[in-house]
Every structure is written in structure tokens, then in C-alpha cells.
């Protein structure tokens, strides 16, 4: 323990003098949201700046702060001033900002978004009093973009292990207890008390036990797992070493998909680390616990994100989930009692066992404790990753937080191709276990979706329900058959071939697939489809009696067609047509030929933000059949 | 006595009272209960994907399986509520969406049975009147009983491509509804590992990985997958089309001698199937390819002899068998006892052998008995047979710590001894390989060593031989080759408190084989090794216990007084002269063509032409084992039956009449069998509890008096002999599909 101490000694020493800085400071949002941005492109431009104009300075690659459509974010920290951040950094801005701020020492406030102190400086907000950041409580999310996630000393000199610390002080039992007081649920989209599954296990019989963190996080657009684990590594870690403790397990497994590198990679790092500082291996921080931590990568299968896929997966097997009982609690990996939790749920841990099970409970409310982080995204006008507090309502995160939507809002999808699309009337739904599931959906692993008048709710539908087909094991009949018909019928509606019979048909094969299926991928699969059926069955009565589609996105319901009367020949469509189906000589207006139209939709987004024409491309949906 | 631990649980309001352990379906089906499942099947593990046998429990979220979910103390179990009866009504349509099955909701199906005799060899399987499993088929059952009568959902016909390129069975996964109970049989109860699922969604289908075939694969083409297959995916080549067999009876598989239990399946006096039985004591439902596949091709083969022949100097001449009787002994009367030679077989029964023997005492008048073993083996019989009759039974090999296999694969024979090899090895025993290919048994093994025959005896001696005893350089070459630890495995070995040898039919016809066989009876005498004989020849012990031996009367050999250990026999019968030329040879089965002395008259008896270098005189067809009826010794040291399941073939009659007929035409030495019966009570006074024995029969070990002349110098290519062989007739020659296996082992 006293090895640590010293460590963290010189951890807080480093991390004061980076605050105190003598000489700039240079960080770049470099996680992988910030790389397909461009990130890394502006690290070496300001790396050969800097040395071109012999600066000394220290350029730090930090993690996902949060505001994505703000991406590239670079923050220069110069000596005596607060760290200043600038958004949407692209070379042209970047080259104007480095002279202007590095060189010149005045901040370049056009390409500001804000500065990290609490007050307003030189003209420029606080970061975090933006309307996307002010309403969030950030506990899990809380080192994210502001430390180097690559350097365990930061992690240590914000308090970082003082977690595990505290917990090695008491016993098992009691950490338990303090998780139970706290509240937590789970955060991988069940939402069960967590301090309940790890008394199961406690009380397993068996002398091998296994702690098993769930990286795979399959949800199509979510991306809070991995944000986590790319700029935080070490609270997922640390939250390791707590449950491991809690429950017994001396080996724990990161199972995390293999499409992650960079989150992989920082792992690896992080436990080397780990076991530098004496924080993994016998007898840890000098008390009777042995850990160790292993990282086991997936290999494309959503369904390996279902526990007992996943533990068939570690085992070598093919991912296919098994009945329960036995529950994975007393009779998991290789036989033994294994607990599995999420990224999210491990990365909570520190906090609490660090601040108390009563600091926790001051957030959310009553059954539903703490914060969740959720993915943004879709159309909306700030997307990125969130933390906010259970209970926290749709209309605060998607018109305060989000900034709302350019066009009219229809609806959102929470919890990936398990959950459901609320629609409107659903605003006002605070967001927690309980509510989300009476509407129909769930809470998921945090995806959350905005969709516009522009979104067809019957080809959402049938994108999720597609995806879930694609990735369903096999293994047990209704998911296998059943999600196989229901794809077929939803892709009929699209092509304008449906029948009323057919949302009877859904209604009962959904049923029938929740009832019947043999793990959470099949029980869960139809609903996407019935919600949307419950909440928007007019836009599929419309699609069947009426053959149209009013998001005009259905490719066999709608043409496109230019309206000569806006139309001022700027050619930009014409340069976009793949297929070269517009045509007509510059300043006259144009002609689309249907017969070439692949309907990719080129035209009409160029030509609805181009200025000057703008809307001269519409899209109509067939004439009412007959 | 302790109870067992039982449960008291509630089905549909009836309490039960049921064992600890058992799922709610075993419970249910022991209770007579009904509830429809397709995946679920005794002996194998439970899997739950069918999702047909659900019931509603008290306290249990959603619809469990009962396949899957183990009985508790006070459990309330529902499985006839209307809900249910929808959800499996729907979940049965959903199946047979995946599954062509138009048949069974077409009001015309019972009038088209009448009216379509050619239909069902279409290639293609769009419904039950073309499946070749029609009427055997748990989909048609389970249907049937659900009650479903229609269905909304369209058919999606998956459109594999039908395998039909391997031997002995086909498979149409068009028709799978992937239970599962393949994979489940080939992975976890045969150890094998050939099948698996592959791909997902709705794509998910079954087979070897990496689209390899499955000889590739390592498939034995033990047909476990064809006989869990609920529907008619799998079918097997020679039993397709019969629909439901009208017989099922249990015999013992005649063709090597673990004697396994077999329950052929029969319909217009064919056999049409042959399946395990799972609760057999021996093999507990683990048989090979040879008793599995090859006994309807075999049986039923169109070189089948249908009369007695005689040849002429234009070709042969069907005859009957009184002229056939006639002939034979007036041609045995005619000649001196030392101027004939009689010939048995050790794939005969044990009361066909009892007769034999007598017969040549008797009626002959020679004590010359010569059968296949005793040629092929000579001097290396006396070793060879005390090996035999000091074998352990297959159960000691779970026990084992350490395991030498030499000259030993179990990929398309001795099922039941590799299987117990194989889940040691799992169990953590160390297993080495000692053959000049590869074998089945490599990979589970802790070493596989690859070498020629003659060098085997020198590395069982490295093995196992004294840690101060210098290895011989050509064994230190082979294992410097073969990267073989051989320190480790040494150590090991010592440590091991149970110690196994398993010597395969490999190691019979090589050049050193006298060597090994003295290295391994120095094993168990001194080195407290055991002993498991692969053995061949299906009824060696009851060849020599019926006294179908020179030098050996019936019941010699059998071990009453253990002091009495040794039977010693002149060395001069181990090495008959073969080169004077004999006036009469009368061969019942087999004998290596070129072993054969020339002579002036030879009578075949066998059911198939067999190799000869010359033609036979006169053909005396025999029954094969279906058609025969009385017992054989196996493995374990215990009399088996083999029961008659099927009239003989034509004019074709067991052994043992054919034998008593021509005495009843001779002067002296008539035998005076009239039935099966007069013989088993002529043995049973011999041989107590005959033929119903609980207990293993023990045997004497046979020694040489005499100076022991120089051996017999014929030894055949290994690849012949690996030929699968019963009674002389290569099964390869009548079994389409041996043939391409064995090639499969040859390249």
C-alpha cells in the first residue's frame, strides 16, 4: 500500500505541475470518434509546427469529451490561462489558431466553444455551461477528454484506486452492501440490481470464480462503452478489481469486440500498468486479493453480447446461448460461479465505493439511482456522447441537451434493435427502467436515436429487424423463422406489395417470437416492429391501402422530380448523379430522367442546402392506387 | 440400502413424487405425461432449441423449456394450458415453414400413397410422399399430435445443394429444422467432432467446418447422426425408401470380436437397417461402420451363392443339395485322413465350430483342425492367444492412467475400445500412439508416433523399459523424428497407478511381431501392464473352447482350477506342412488364397465367391449371421446370441447341417444332430451355464513342447490387411462404401 502511496504522491506532483503549466500545453480529442474526424492528421500539423517553431510545448492525445458533432476539438492550455477549447478544427482554422494563440498568445475566440474554468474569459463561456453540457451529471464520463487515458498517473492524481483503496478496507460483504445501498442497476439494458446477482455468486459454492466485463456493446449506433474505455481505461479497471473483489473472482475477462483497436490497444496498456504499480497479481495493496485480468477478443457476432453466448464464446465454443438455469451466477465460465457486467456498471464502481453509497443516491431518484450515459445520435442538432441522471426526461435530452431537430421531430429509438420508437406523445417520459418498458421499449445499453419526418418508420423497422435476422445464432426456432418472416413481410410493405392482413401477422409472429424465443436477442428482436406498429400504424396502413410513403424514403413508392419553376441550373446535381439521370445545359432548368434514377438521394440533399436554388429537386410518392 | 433423493412437484394438479435430478420432461415422460419436443433424446445432452416442449411453472418468468429445467421441491408445472397449446401451434408452423412438408395438410395425402409408386425416387424432397423417410418421420408424429391442420406462413425451400458423394448415407438439409441432435451425438457422446453448425441466421445449416468433405473431416460413418435424425435429412443409402420397418430384433454383430449388440430392423425378410443398442452393456450404442452400415449390402449381396454348384469343364452348374451331399462324401470318404486337409474358420459360431470339430475327428479322422489364425500366425499363435485370454475387459480403460496403443485405429472398427480411449484422454490420462499411419486417436493423445512395424517392439521398449536401460538408436531416431519427450512420457507412465497396453490388428502380419509379442507379455508380467486384444477374429475363444483346434478337445482350454494354468501343445502343429499337395481340401470361410496348398479337390463352403488362386470343385453356400441362429463368445469372455432375423438366402443352410448332412451319408462317423437344441445340450454338459454365463469365462495360456522349428515365412503388405474382412470375403467387395473408406486410409 505504501509503494502505491508514494506513487500517487508523484502522480498528483505531475498532474499540478500540468495544471501550473511552465510551457504550453496542447490537447487533441484523438478517440477513435475524434480520428474519423481527422484528429490525427492535425496531431502531426501541430507536431511540426511546434517543432518547426521551436516551441516547447507537450501535445497530449485525451478521449471523447462528449459534444461529437463538434469534432475535431483541440484545446491549448498556454501558461497562466485557462484551457481554452476550439471546435470543428479543421488544417485551415488549425493554422490560423496555432499562429494566433501558440505564437501571438491570444486566443483565437472565432473558433472557441468555451474555456475550462468557472468563469467567462477574454470573452469566451465556460465549456461547461454549453446547453449540451450544463445539464448533465457526469460521474462515469467525469475523467473522459480531460487526462491522458494512456497514463495511469493522471487517473491516480484525480482520485483514481482510491475506490479499490476503500473497498480492500472492508469485506466482501460489506462492499456488496454499499452497491446496494447506492442503488445500482445494471447499465448493459436489463437494468437488474447488481448487488443482487453478486450475492448469488458469493454464495456459489466453488473455489474458481470469474469476473466477466462486457465490451461487445452490438447495438448499432452505440458507442459508450467504447468511448469509456478508450479515454478512461482505468475506471473500468478499477470497477474490475472492486467486483472481482465483492465477489471472489480471482480472474477477470474483458470480452470486448474486435472492431475496437484503439480501445484495445489502451486496455493492454492500462493493465500493464497495472501490474507495474502493484495493482493487479497476489495479494494487491498488500490485503488477501489476487487478481488477474485478461482480454479476450470477440469476433463479430452480436449475440456473443449475450451472457451465455459469451461465456461459450470464452470457452472457445460457438456463440450460442444456452437455457437457463443454471444461471451463469452459480455455474458460469468453465462451470464456475461468474458474474458478468457491463462496461458502464464496472466503470461506475469507483465512484461509489470513492464518494459513498449516500453521495450516490443524491442522483436519479427513488428505484432508479445514479446517471446513464447514452449515444445521441441521429438527426439532431448536437449529437454525441451524454451522461445525465436517471428520471431526466426525452424533452430535456433531446430539445435542451440535443438542441432539438433542424426539421420535425417523429420520433426516437431507444435501446438499439431491442428497443422501441416512441413517438410525441412520449416527450415527456422521464427516462428510466420501469417507464421505457410500460411504452414498449426498453433502456438498453444507451443508444438513442432522433428520427425526423425524413425517417420512414416502416424501413427502421425493418433495418432493425434485418440486423437481428442477420445476427440471430440459429439456434432456436422462433427467432430463427420467425424474424426471417417478419423481415419478408416488412420488405413487402416497403415494395408497396402489403396486405392489411399483414400487421395481424406481425402482431402474432412478434408474439409469438417474444414468448417462445430462448434468450434476450429472439425475446426482444420483434420490438422495434411493435412499437412502431403501435404508435405509427398509420404510416404502414399508408405504405399498404395507400402505396405511399410520407418520409419519401421507400425506393418503389416515390420519384424524384425537378421543379423547373425553382430550378436555376447550377449543375450541382448533375455532379453529384451517379448515374448521370439529370441532365441539361447550365442556367436552364434541368431534366431528370426516372428510367436512371437509383433514387440515392444526391440530388435532393444538395440541392435543398444549396442556397440559391434550394428545393428545386422534390420527391413525390406514387399516385393512390386504385 | 440409501433412498433416493426424490422431489415432490405438481404436473397439471397431479402431485408426483419423482428423482432428484431429472429435468421436468424426463419427470413428465416418466409419469406418462405427454409433452411434444423434437430436440430432446435420451443420452444426449439437453439442449432446448425446439422450443416445443414449454410449460408454465410457478415462479419462473416466461415460458421455459422443460427439457432443460431441472425439478425442484414444491415446483407447479402446467403443460396443457390453452396458451400453450397456441404457442407450439405456432412454433410448429413457423418449423415447417423451413421444412418441406405440403403432404401433411393436403386433404388427397392418404389416396396419393396408393397411386404413386415411382414418385418417390425424386431427387428433390417438396413433400412427405417423396421423403425417404416417409412414415418414419417425428415431424409427421408430432404434427399429428399438436393437431395442427393448416398453416398461413409460405415455405421457404432453402435450396442446398443435396450431398450425395459420400457412401452410406445422404443428407438433404432442405428438410433440416437443426435440432441439433446430430452435432449433440457426434461431438459429445461419439467424442468425434465431424459436425458442427455453421453460419447464422437464416443461413444457419450443419456439416464439417471449412466446407471440407466429411472423410476429410474424420468422420467415422458410425451413422450415430442417421439414427437421431428426426427427420429425413439423413437417410441412409440402402434403407430409404421401405418405410416403417415390421421387425426390430436384437442379435450380436458377428464382424470383430468385441461383439457388439445390434437391432436389425427387417421388412419383406431384408434386412433394411441396422441400429445400436444405447443400453447395452458392452458397447453402450458405440458400434462402428462395419455392423452400422455393411450388413444389407452384405447379406443381400447379388454374388450371393443361391445353390450348391459343381464345376465342369464349361463353368458351374447349379445343383442340389442332394447331389451336392453326395458328392462331398464320396469325395471325404475317398480319401486318407492325412491326405486331406479341413479347414474352419474363426468367424463361425460356436455351435457351428463344436460340430466341425467332430466332424474331423469323427468323420475325417483327423485331429488336423487348421483355421486362418493358426497359418497366419504359426509359432506366434501360442503368444498371440495368450494374450487374448489374459485380456482385460473394455471398462478397465477408464480406470487407466497410462495407454500404449500399437498398430491401433479406431476410426472404422473397435468403436467401443477407442471411445474409452478417448474419454481417458480427455480425463487427463496419458494416451501414446504407436502405428505406421496416422490414426484417429492423434489428437487427443499426449504423443503419436509414426513408424514402421519392425521398429514398434524397440519403442514399447523405450517406453517402457528401465530408466538405466539405454533406448536403441533406431528408437532414439524415431523419436528425435517424431519429437517425441520421451523422458516425460516415462515419467508419466511410472507414476501412472493403472496401466493399459491396446494391441491392434495391425501389429498381426509383420516381420517382428514375435519380438513385439514377447515385449508386451514381458509388460504385464513384470511391469504390471494390461492387456486389451483389438482382435479380428471374431470367435477365436470360441474356436478353441469348442475344440476346433489340433491338439485341443472341447472344453480343454477352459480354466476350471487355477492352478492348472497351462495347456501345452507339440510345436508341430503350428507348422503344418504345406507344400505336399493334397488330395482333398474342404475350407469352410477363409484362408489366404496363396496358403493354400495345390490339391485335386476342393470344396468351398462360404456364402461368397472368395479370392482363389484356383477355382473350388464344389460350392457349398452357407447363411451369413442374420440368418443363423446360436451364440459366439465375445470380448468380455461371455456367450452372446445370434439370433435368426431373416430366412436364408435361397438354398443356402448354417454350417453345422451341411456338416451333419454329409456325415449322415458316410460310413462310419455319423453325427447326430438334428436340430440347433441337440447341440447346445451337448455343450452345455461340457460347459457349465452355457450359453447364459453372468460370469467371464477363464482360459488356459498355451505353451510349445518341443523344439520349435523355423517359422513360416510369409508375411502380407500391411494394406492388405487392413482390409475389413469376414469369413475370408473382403467386405470392400461387397459393400460399395468400405471400398471408398478404406482407400481413404490407404492415401
Keep these: ?626 | 440400502m440409501t433412498k433416493e433423493k426424490t422431489v415432490n412437484i405438481t404436473i397439471d394438479n397431479q402431485r408426483l413424487e419423482v428423482k432428484a435430478g431429472l429435468t421436468i420432461l424426463q419427470a413428465a415422460r416418466l409419469n406418462n405425461i405427454y409433452i411434444p419436443s423434437l430436440c430432446a433424446m435420451e443420452h444426449l445432452p439437453s439442449y432446448g432449441a425446439c422450443r416445443l416442449c414449454i410449460v408454465e411453472v410457478d415462479g419462473i418468468r416466461g415460458f421455459p423449456t422443460s427439457c432443460t429445467t431441472p425439478v425442484d421441491e414444491g415446483m407447479v408445472i402446467r403443460t396443457d394450458t390453452q396458451e400453450l397449446r397456441n404457442l407450439r401451434q405456432e412454433i410448429l408452423k413457423l418449423l415447417l415453414s423451413e421444412h418441406p412438408a405440403s403432404c401433411l395438410f393436403c386433404s388427397e395425402k392418404d389416396e396419393c400413397m396408393e397411386f404413386q409408386g415411382t414418385i418417390r425416387k425424386v431427387g428433390y424432397t417438396t413433400g412427405c410422399r417423396y421423403c425417404p423417410n416417409d412414415h418414419r418421420c417425428e415431424l409427421q408424429t408430432i404434427t399429428e399430435k399438436i393437431g395442427l391442420t393448416e398453416t398461413s406462413y409460405p415455405v421457404y425451400y432453402r435450396n442446398f445443394p443435396i450431398e450425395k458423394y459420400d457412401p452410406f448415407y445422404d443428407r438433404d438439409y432442405n428438410l433440416c429444422i437443426l435440432c441439433g441432435r446430430c452435432i449433440r451425438v457426434c461431438n459429445d457422446i461419439r467424442l468425434n467432432g465431424t459436425l458442427s453448425f455453421k453460419q447464422r441466421g437464416q443461413l444457419t445449416t450443419i456439416g464439417p467446418a471449412f466446407d471440407r468433405s466429411h472423410i476429410e473431416a474424420g468422420c467415422e460413418f458410425c451413422g450415430a447422426c442417421v439414427n437421431v435424425c428426426p427427420t429425413g435429412t439423413l437417410s441412409v443409402k440402402t434403407g430409404k425408401w421401405y418405410g416403417a420397418p415390421e421387425k426390430e430384433i436384437k442379435t450380436t454383430c458377428n464382424f470383430c470380436s468385441i461383439g457388439c449388440v445390434l437391432k436389425l430392423q427387417t421388412k419383406n425378410n431384408t434386412v433394411i437397417d441396422s441400429v445400436p443398442d444405447y443400453d447395452s452393456p458392452i458397447d453402450k450404442g458405440i458400434i462402428c461402420v462395419k455392423g452400422r452400415f455393411c450388413i444389407t449390402e452384405y447379406v443381400h449381396s447379388p454374388t450371393r451363392y443361391d445353390s450348391p454348384m459343381e464345376m465342369t469343364p464349361v463353368g458351374y452348374n447349379n445343383i442340389d443339395w442332394e447331389q451336392a451331399l453326395n458328392m462331398a462324401s464320396e469325395k471325404i470318404g475317398s480319401s486318407k485322413p492325412d491326405e486331406s486337409m479341413f479347414i474352419v474358420s474363426p468367424y463361425m459360431l460356436n455351435e457351428d465350430l463344436f460340430v466341425a470339430q467332430e466332424f474331423a475327428r469323427k468323420t475325417i479322422g483327423t485331429d488336423n483342425i487348421i483355421s486362418a489364425p493358426l497359418l497366419y500366425l504359426s509359432d506366434d499363435f501360442v503368444p498371440y492367444w495368450n494374450m487374448t485370454c489374459r485380456s482385460f475387459g473394455i471398462d478397465a480403460i477408464k480406470d487407466a492412467h497410462a495407454i500404449i496403443t500399437i498398430g491401433f485405429n479406431s476410426l472404422y472398427d473397435y468403436s467401443p475400445i477407442g471411445i474409452e480411449i478417448k474419454k481417458s484422454a480427455r480425463n487427463g490420462a496419458c494416451v501414446v500412439t504407436i502405428n505406421h499411419k496416422e490414426t484417429n486417436l492423434d489428437m487427443l493423445s499426449h504423443s503419436s508416433i509414426q513408424a514402421e512395424p519392425s521398429l514398434w517392439h524397440d519403442i514399447l521398449d523405450a517406453l517402457i523399459g528401465d530408466k538405466r536401460k539405454a533406448i536403441s538408436k533406431t528408437a532414439e531416431e524415431v523419436f528425435k523424428k517424431e519429437h517425441i519427450d520421451i523422458e516425460e512420457i516415462r515419467k508419466l507412465f511410472s507414476s501412472a497407478k493403472s496401466r493399459i497396453i491396446v494391441l491392434g490388428h495391425q501389429s498381426i502380419n509383420h516381420p517382428k511381431r514375435s519380438d513385439l509379442f514377447h515385449k508386451i507379455e514381458d509388460a504385464i508380467e513384470k511391469k504390471s501392464w494390461g492387456i486389451i486384444m483389438a482382435n479380428p477374429y471374431t470367435n477365436l475363444m470360441g474356436m478353441l473352447l469348442m475344440g476346433a483346434f489340433p491338439g485341443i478337445r472341447p472344453k480343454d482350454i477352459l480354466l476350471e482350477d487355477p492352478r492348472d494354468g497351462f495347456l501345452n501343445l507339440k510345436s508341430g502343429i503350428f507348422n503344418p506342412d504345406l507344400n505336399k499337395k493334397k488330395k482333398l481340401i474342404y475350407v469352410l470361410g477363409d484362408v489366404p488364397a496363396d496358403l493354400l496348398p495345390d490339391c485335386d479337390y476342393l470344396i468351398y463352403q462360404n456364402a461368397i465367391p472368395g479370392r482363389f488362386s484356383r477355382q473350388p470343385d464344389l460350392i457349398l453356400p452357407t447363411t451369413i449371421f442374420p440368418e443363423s441362429e446360436g451364440t459366439i463368445l465375445n470380448s468380455e469372455h461371455l456367450f452372446m446370441p445370434v439370433n435368426k432375423v431373416i430366412e436364408p438366402h435361397m438354398d443356402s443352410k448354417q454350417d453345422w447341417w451341411i456338416l451333419q448332412a454329409i456325415s449322415e451319408r458316410m460310413k462310419k462317423g455319423k453325427l447326430k444332430y438334428k436340430n440347433l437344441q441337440s447341440i447346445q445340450t451337448e455343450i452345455k454338459k461340457l460347459i457349465k451355464g452355457y450359453p447364459n454365463n453372468k460370469k467371464r469365462i477363464e482360459f488356459k495360456r498355451l505353451g510349445i513342447s518341443g523344439v520349435t522349428k523355423t517359422k513360416v515365412d510369409k508375411y502380407f503388405p500391411i494394406p492388405d490387411f487392413t482390409r475389413a474382412t469376414h469369413r475370408g470375403i473382403a467386405l470392400s467387395d461387397v459393400v460399395s462404401g468400405m471400398k471408398v473408406i478404406e482407400r481413404s486410409i490407404d492415401e
Design chain 1, 1 to 626: 500500500m505504501n509503494k502505491l502511496k508514494k506513487k500517487i504522491t508523484t502522480a498528483k506532483d505531475k498532474w499540478k505541475e500540468l495544471q501550473e503549466n511552465k510551457y504550453p500545453v496542447i490537447y487533441v480529442g484523438a478517440a477513435s470518434c475524434g480520428r474519423a474526424a481527422g484528429a490525427l492528421e492535425l496531431v502531426s500539423e501541430i507536431e511540426k509546427f511546434v517543432e518547426e517553431n521551436n516551441i516547447t510545448a507537450k501535445v497530449i492525445q485525451v478521449g471523447c469529451i462528449g459534444p461529437c458533432y463538434l469534432e475535431p476539438l483541440v484545446d491549448i492550455k498556454m501558461p497562466g490561462q485557462p484551457r481554452i477549447s476550439y471546435s470543428n478544427v479543421n488544417q485551415k482554422v488549425l493554422a490560423n489558431i496555432l499562429k494566433s494563440h501558440l505564437i501571438d498568445g491570444q486566443p483565437y475566440a472565432r473558433a472557441s466553444i468555451g474555456n475550462f474554468s468557472k468563469e467567462k474569459f477574454m470573452d469566451i463561456p465556460p465549456f461547461f455551461e454549453q446547453p449540451m453540457l450544463k445539464p448533465q451529471v457526469r460521474i462515469v464520463l467525469r475523467n473522459c477528454g480531460i487526462i491522458d487515458p494512456e497514463e495511469i498517473d493522471h487517473y491516480l492524481a484525480t482520485d483514481g484506486y482510491q475506490g479499490i483503496m476503500n473497498a480492500l478496507k472492508m469485506t466482501p460483504e460489506d462492499v456488496i452492501g454499499v452497491v446496494r445501498q447506492a442503488g445500482l442497476r445494471g447499465r448493459g439494458g436489463a437494468g437488474f440490481p447488481t448487488f443482487k446477482k453478486w450475492t448469488v455468486c458469493r454464495n456459489a459454492p466453488g473455489e474458481q470464480k470469474y469476473l466477466i466485463c462486457n465490451a461487445d456493446e452490438g447495438d448499432p449506433g452505440a458507442f459508450m462503452n467504447r468511448s469509456l474505455i478508450e479515454s478512461d481505461p482505468h475506471a473500468v479497471l478499477e470497477g474490475m478489481l472492486i467486483a472481482g473483489y465483492a465477489i471472489g473472482a480471482s480472474k477477470g475477462i474483458v470480452y470486448i469486440r474486435a472492431e475496437y483497436p484503439l480501445a484495445i490497444e489502451r486496455l493492454k496498456k492500462a493493465i500493464a500498468q497495472m501490474k507495474e504499480y502493484g495493482l493487479l497479481g497476489k495479494n494487491i495493496l498488500g490485503s488477501k486479493f489476487s487478481f488477474d485480468i485478461k482480454i479476450k477478443e470477440g469476433a463479430g457476432a452480436f449475440v456473443c453480447g449475450e451472457e451465455t453466448a459469451l461465456i461459450a464464446s470464452i470457452e472457445g465454443k460457438r456463440g450460442m446461448p444456452r437455457s437457463r438455469p443454471p444461471f451463469p451466477a452459480i455455474s458460469g465460465l468453465f462451470g464456475c460461479p461468474t458474474i458478468i457486467n457491463n462496461v458502464e456498471t464496472l466503470g461506475t464502481l469507483p465512484n461509489i465505493l470513492r464518494n459513498g453509497a449516500e453521495w450516490y443516491t443524491r442522483y436519479g431518484k427513488e428505484g432508479n439511482r445514479g446517471t446513464k450515459t447514452f449515444s445521441l445520435v441521429g438527426k439532431i442538432r448536437r449529437s454525441g456522447l451524454i451522461e445525465v441522471q436517471l428520471g431526466t426526461t426525452l424533452r430535456e435530452i433531446i430539445f435542451e441537451i440535443g438542441g432539438g431537430v433542424q426539421k420535425n421531430f417523429k420520433a426516437i429509438q431507444t435501446g438499439g434493435p431491442s428497443g422501441g420508437c416512441l413517438s410525441e406523445e412520449f416527450l415527456d417520459l422521464p427516462v428510466d427502467y420501469e417507464s421505457l418498458a410500460s411504452a414498449g421499449s426498453i433502456m438498453g445499453s444507451g443508444g438513442l436515436i432522433v428520427m425526423d419526418e425524413d425517417t420512414c418508420v416502416v424501413d427502421v423497422a425493418k433495418y432493425f429487424l434485418d440486423f437481428t435476422q442477420k445476427e440471430s445464432c440459429g439456434k432456436c426456432i422462433p427467432c430463427r423463422v420467425g424474424t426471417k418472416h417478419m423481415v419478408e413481410i416488412l420488405d413487402k410493405i416497403t415494395h408497396g406489395e402489403g396486405s392489411p392482413d399483414d400487421l395481424l401477422t406481425l402482431r402474432n409472429l412478434g408474439d409469438t417470437i417474444k414468448k417462445g424465443a430462448l434468450c434476450g436477442l429472439g425475446q426482444t428482436a420483434p420490438n422495434p416492429v411493435l412499437t412502431t406498429l403501435r404508435y405509427f400504424r398509420n404510416e404502414y396502413l399508408e405504405h399498404i391501402k395507400e402505396g405511399r410513403c410520407r418520409a419519401v424514403v421507400c425506393k418503389d413508392l416515390i420519384e424524384y422530380r425537378v421543379i423547373k419553376e425553382k430550378c436555376t441550373g447550377c449543375q450541382s446535381c448533375v455532379r453529384v448523379c451517379p448515374t448521370g439521370a439529370i441532365s441539361g445545359p447550365r442556367s436552364e432548368p434541368h431534366n431528370l430522367d426516372p428510367t436512371k434514377c437509383i433514387k440515392c438521394r444526391s440530388c435532393y440533399e444538395i440541392c435543398r442546402f444549396d442556397a440559391i436554388a434550394g428545393d428545386a429537386i422534390v420527391i413525390r410518392t406514387a399516385e393512390k392506387r386504385s
